[in-house]
């Protein structure tokens, strides 16, 4: 956090005059490096204690500067170079916690986590101080181990056209194709350092994009430019901005403006937009000359301020609070902290009220993944729940902040420090990937555990009152589409089986794209081997009787309620006559079966009659066997009851999924005549073969 750090983390920068004094001809001087140290101007610091180091021969002045150019790199933000110099401080000065502290601190930034986790427990062997703070950053490197692999909705992608390899951060959307944000790149309004850093001040820059309307993440952004060199932009740090909702009034971070070094703070001011000029800045009554204000962000109705500041009053370094307007909207009243739920007792800054009330800020208070972390919490004044880490791709181990939010609430800007960048801090474009949620299972037979083609799942869900139904392909497979934020019934169903129980599925809460799971099993009706009785016939007859009339009709009623049932009508005698004679009697008692359920609408494909005769496979009296030379002294056995039993048709399943076949339409070549015989005479009927009957028959 570099320049950023004066002009919004640090706030308490400019100590001195603006005209640094010379460190050339104090280079490597103990004396210099104290100075410079005094002023907070770590950059000139840290080159005068490294040249020390590297030649005292005083054991004093070789600690005091290893320990003190670790620490200017840590406040550069050079994470790298801190790891490096924490790591030869603790070997000149190993008594030291503090170093062994700020070295676990160094790696947990540097992404190094289990290293971090080792280091912060040699720490507690060493001291007790630092314990609750020590265990908050243990716990934030367990989490970004834990969370490394979570799914996010989140792509992130650096801007190069904005970035430089100096600092660019905490873009503010002005109007439909703006962008203002802060930088320290060369070329700006002062000629002169900062010691801080050694970069330039930081200055207000303005860039126009265009997006393209056929793939709205594909964004081209021309050369940014200054704001203007008199009014917003001065000779120290200038930046951090918000806009009021017409874009007419901007709240601006400016630190010791004007060359006015009496507090060395930094402070709020207002600019009103008057054509395409801003008015002279104007400081906002409750930020003054005694403590830093900066980071503002305005709500959608402008009521409302949210800051960051160390004001008398805050729990830590720098607290978010916020101010309304009062007396009818003239004036702004007095700041109230957010209280301990956001605030904590290191730095919580970089503020931003969304349209919806969500607040998102930067912290190094709150367990993290690296040194500041994105967070967001839903409330108001000071009630607020529990701050939420973004996790990554938006966190990283390094400083991630300033993030800002466009109209669709799904795509926007915020800075980092990550590895990978252009320069020290970069601006980042992040988008979500849309939210894809399906559902997919298997549906199975229940007793053989096969999977079951052309099963039928339907859906109803809470957002209509629609039925959705999808058919399972032939490994038994089904999947679809649901819709967020909806609560789902489904159940499983196919033709010869009873249907499912009411399953429950919720893309409600969900946050990421997910595949639910829903398996279903089902069983059988039980039809594959039903018996169907009371299908009886008088003596030698074939007819339908009455009380087999209404056996047939109950038969109807099942095939019409299961239209992919194919059956077979069975038929048979008593073992009274011969069994040649038998079989053919059975025959026309099937047929006549068949001929009754065809005239009462039932198709003829999906019936099937077969006589079987006196066969004593499927005799209900098996002790009538009438057949050899006993035949008529074995058939006196059975009562007429019995042989009543015999004169019978059954019902067997054939096909539980019989489909119709398509017609096939042939036409003949144009030169074929027709074949057989001519149209309009039907074929004579076959003749019965006639027979001799010489006793009852069965």
């Given at each position: 956090?570099?320049?950023?750090?004066?002009l919004?983390?640090s706030?308490?920068?400019?100590?001195?005059?603006?005209?640094?004094?010379?460190?050339?001809?104090?280079?490597?001087?103990?004396?210099?490096?104290?100075?410079?140290?005094?002023?907070?101007?770590?950059?000139?610091?840290?080159?005068?204690?490294?040249?020390?180091?590297?030649?005292?021969?005083?054991?004093?002045?070789?600690?005091?500067?290893?320990?003190?150019?670790?620490?200017?790199?840590?406040?550069m933000?050079?994470?790298?170079?801190?790891?490096?110099?924490?790591?030869?401080?603790i070997?000149?000065?190993?008594?030291?916690?503090?170093?062994q502290?700020?070295?676990?601190?160094?790696?947990?930034?540097?992404?190094?986590?289990?290293?971090?986790?080792?280091?912060?427990?040699n720490y507690?062997?060493?001291?007790?101080?630092?314990?609750?703070?020590?265990?908050?950053?243990?716990?934030?490197?367990?989490?970004?181990?834990?969370?490394?692999?979570?799914?996010?909705?989140?792509?992130?992608?650096?801007?190069?056209?904005?970035?430089?390899?100096?600092?660019?951060?905490?873009?503010?959307?002005?109007?439909?194709d703006?962008?203002?944000?802060?930088?320290?790149?060369?070329?700006?309004?002062?000629?002169?350092?900062?010691?801080?850093?050694?970069?330039?001040?930081?200055?207000?820059?303005?860039?126009?994009?265009?997006?393209?309307?056929?793939?709205?993440?594909?964004?081209?952004?021309?050369?940014?430019?200054?704001?203007d060199?008199?009014?917003?932009?001065g000779?120290?740090?200038?930046?951090?901005?918000?806009?009021?909702?017409?874009?007419?009034?901007?709240?601006?971070?400016?630190?010791?403006?004007d060359?006015?070094?009496?507090?060395?703070?930094?402070?709020?001011?207002?600019?009103?937009l008057?054509?395409?000029?801003?008015s002279?800045?104007?400081?906002?009554?409750?930020?003054?000359?005694?403590f830093?204000?900066?980071?503002?962000?305005?709500?959608?109705?402008?009521?409302?301020?949210?800051?960051?500041?160390?004001?008398?009053?805050?729990?830590?370094?720098?607290?978010?609070?916020?101010?309304?307007?009062?007396?009818?909207?003239?004036?702004?009243?007095?700041?109230?902290?957010?209280?301990?739920v956001?605030?904590?007792?290191?730095?919580?800054?970089?503020?931003?009220?969304?349209?919806?009330g969500?607040?998102?800020?930067?912290s190094?208070?709150?367990?993290?993944?690296?040194?500041?972390?994105?967070?967001?919490?839903?409330?108001?004044?000071?009630?607020?729940?529990?701050?939420?880490?973004?996790?990554?791709?938006?966190?990283?181990?390094g400083?991630?902040?300033?993030?800002?939010?466009?109209?669709?609430?799904?795509?926007?800007?915020?800075?980092?420090?990550?590895?990978?960048?252009?320069?020290?801090?970069?601006?980042?474009?992040?988008?979500?990937?849309?939210?894809?949620?399906?559902?997919?299972?298997?549906?199975?037979?229940?007793?053989?555990?096969?999977?079951?083609?052309?099963?039928?799942?339907?859906?109803?869900?809470?957002?209509?009152?629609?039925?959705?139904?999808?058919?399972?392909?032939?490994?038994?497979?089904?999947?679809?589409?649901?819709?967020?934020k909806?609560?789902?019934?489904?159940?499983?169903?196919?033709?010869?089986?009873?249907?499912?129980?009411m399953?429950?599925?919720?893309?409600?809460?969900?946050?990421?794209?997910?595949?639910l799971?829903?398996?279903?099993?089902?069983?059988?009706?039980?039809?594959?081997?039903?018996?169907?009785r009371?299908?009886?016939?008088?003596?030698?007859?074939?007819?339908?009787?009455?009380?087999?009339?209404?056996?047939l009709?109950?038969?109807?009623?099942?095939?019409?309620?299961?239209?992919?049932?194919?059956?077979?009508?069975?038929?048979?005698?008593?073992?009274?006559?011969?069994?040649?004679?038998?079989?053919?009697?059975?025959?026309?008692?099937?047929?006549?079966?068949?001929?009754?359920?065809?005239?009462?609408?039932?198709?003829?494909?999906?019936?099937?009659?077969?006589?079987?005769?006196?066969?004593v496979?499927?005799?209900?009296?098996?002790?009538?066997?009438?057949?050899?030379?006993?035949?008529?002294?074995?058939?006196?056995?059975?009562?007429?009851?019995?042989?009543?039993l015999?004169?019978?048709?059954?019902?067997?399943?054939?096909?539980?999924?019989?489909?119709?076949?398509?017609?096939?339409?042939?036409?003949?070549?144009?030169?074929?005549?027709?074949?057989?015989?001519?149209?309009?005479r039907?074929?004579?009927?076959?003749?019965?073969?006639?027979?001799?009957?010489?006793?009852?028959?069965?």
């Open positions: 956090m570099n320049k950023r750090h004066l919004l983390l706030f308490s920068l400019l100590i001195g005059g603006i005209l640094m004094l010379s460190s050339c001809a104090k280079k490597g001087s103990i004396a210099a490096a104290r100075e410079h140290m005094t002023k907070k101007e770590y950059g000139f610091a840290n080159e005068n204690y490294r040249k020390v180091y590297s030649s005292t021969k005083k054991k004093d002045e070789r600690i005091e500067s290893a320990n003190n150019a670790a620490f200017c790199y840590w406040k933000n050079d994470m790298k170079n801190a790891e490096s110099w924490y790591r030869k401080a070997k000149v000065d190993p008594k030291n916690p503090e170093n502290y700020m070295l676990a601190k160094t790696l947990k930034n540097n992404g190094k986590y289990d290293e971090a986790i080792i280091e912060f427990k507690l062997k060493l001291s007790n101080e630092k314990a609750t703070e020590t265990q908050r950053l243990i716990d934030g490197c367990q989490n970004a181990l834990k969370w490394k692999n979570d799914k996010t909705r989140y792509l992130v992608e650096n801007v190069k056209g904005l970035n430089t390899r100096w600092e660019d951060f905490a873009p503010q959307f002005f109007k439909k703006q962008l203002y944000f802060t930088s320290d790149r060369e070329k700006g309004v002062s000629s002169t350092s900062y010691g801080w850093t050694t970069n330039s001040y930081t200055d207000l820059y303005t860039v126009t994009f265009k997006v393209d309307k056929k793939n709205p993440n594909n964004i081209t952004y021309q050369l940014p430019t200054l704001v060199k008199d009014k917003l932009n000779k120290l740090n200038d930046g951090v901005v918000c806009f009021d909702s017409r874009f007419a009034t901007i709240y601006i971070t400016k630190c010791n403006y060359n006015n070094m009496k507090g060395n703070f930094c402070r709020l001011y207002t600019s009103q008057s054509g395409s000029e801003w002279e800045p104007e400081p906002l009554p409750f930020s003054t000359d005694s830093n204000c900066g980071q503002p962000s305005l709500s959608k109705d402008g009521s409302t301020l949210y800051f960051s500041s160390d004001m008398p009053g805050s729990i830590g370094g720098k607290d978010i609070w916020m101010v309304t307007k009062s007396g009818r909207g003239k004036t702004w009243g007095d700041p109230i902290n957010l209280g301990p956001i605030n904590t007792e290191d730095d919580d800054m970089f503020p931003t009220i969304t349209d919806d969500t607040l998102y800020f930067a190094n208070g709150h367990v993290g993944l690296g040194g500041t972390d994105i967070y967001m919490s839903k409330g108001n004044a000071t009630d607020w729940s529990d701050p939420i880490n973004m996790k990554s791709p938006i966190n990283s181990h400083d991630d902040f300033a993030i800002i939010f466009g109209k669709d609430k799904e795509s926007g800007y915020f800075s980092s420090n990550r590895e990978g960048g252009k320069g020290q801090d970069d601006i980042y474009r992040f988008h979500m990937t849309p939210l894809v949620f399906t559902l997919s299972g298997v549906v199975k037979n229940a007793i053989t555990k096969e999977n079951m083609p052309n099963a039928l799942v339907t859906l109803t869900s809470s957002s209509d009152t629609g039925k959705i139904v999808i058919k399972t392909d032939g490994a038994g497979s089904y999947k679809v589409v649901l819709k967020s909806t609560d789902y019934e489904l159940f499983a169903s196919r033709a010869m089986f009873y249907d499912s129980k399953e429950e599925q919720t893309t409600r809460g969900l946050e990421v794209s997910t595949d799971i829903q398996n279903f099993e089902l069983n059988s009706l039980g039809l594959e081997t039903f018996t169907l009371g299908i009886l016939y008088d003596l030698d007859k074939a007819n339908i009787r009455p009380d087999a009339a209404k056996v009709d109950s038969l109807i009623t099942v095939l019409n309620k299961y239209p992919t049932l194919k059956i077979e009508l069975g038929s048979h005698t008593d073992c009274r006559a011969d069994s040649i004679y038998n079989i053919g009697l059975s025959q026309r008692r099937a047929d006549s079966a068949v001929a009754y359920l065809v005239k009462n609408g039932i198709d003829t494909l999906r019936l099937v009659s077969r006589g079987y005769g006196e066969n496979k499927d005799s209900l009296a098996l002790h009538c066997n009438c057949e050899g030379p006993n035949e008529r002294q074995e058939g006196l056995k059975c009562t007429e009851d019995e042989h009543q015999n004169r019978r048709t059954t019902v067997k399943v054939l096909d539980v999924y019989w489909e119709k076949p398509r017609p096939v339409q042939l036409t003949p070549p144009a030169n074929q005549k027709p074949q057989g015989r001519p149209t309009g039907p074929a004579p009927a076959p003749r019965p073969t006639p027979g001799v009957r010489t006793q009852p028959r069965g």
